[in-house]
Nanobody, 116 residues
Framework: QVQLVESGGGLVQAGGSLRLTCAPS????????MGWYHQAPGKQRELVAT???????NYAEAAKDRFAISRNNAHNRVFLQMNNLKPEDTGVYYC??????????WGQGIQVTVSS
């Protein structure tokens, strides 16, 4: 059984920064793409950013200038550096990891709250 565990969320004032981390636990698996999604209160889950195993990055328009995704392949970790946070960034952030064998694993999500 594979579980993804997110950490680094919390409460921050507008303009502040947070760094989210996600790591898998349980049965080892080979990972291709990693990513982060955001679900604001009352809204659908939306893509924030993805990163391929080779490091190719893809960002949602709203995240391009303020967020940075990175990964550590040796330790199977994915990070999301979030700068200049805004109240609309509030919500639950989920990490994802795609398996070479097929399928996508999701974390349980971590709360980020940005106060104005």
């Amino acid at each position: 059984q594979v579980q993804l565990v997110e950490s680094g969320g919390g409460l921050v004032q507008a303009g502040g920064s947070l760094r989210l981390t996600c790591a898998p636990s349980g049965r080892p698996f080979s990972i291709t793409r990693m990513g982060w999604y955001h679900q604001a209160p009352g809204k659908q889950r939306e893509l924030v950013a993805t990163i391929s195993r080779s490091g190719t990055k893809n960002y949602a328009e709203a995240a391009k200038d303020r967020f940075a995704i990175s990964r550590n392949n040796a330790h199977n970790r994915v990070f999301l550096q979030m700068n200049n946070l805004k109240p609309e960034d509030t919500g639950v952030y989920y990490c994802t990891m795609d398996s070479y064998a097929g399928g996508t694993y999701w974390g349980q999500g971590i709360q980020v709250t940005v106060s104005s």
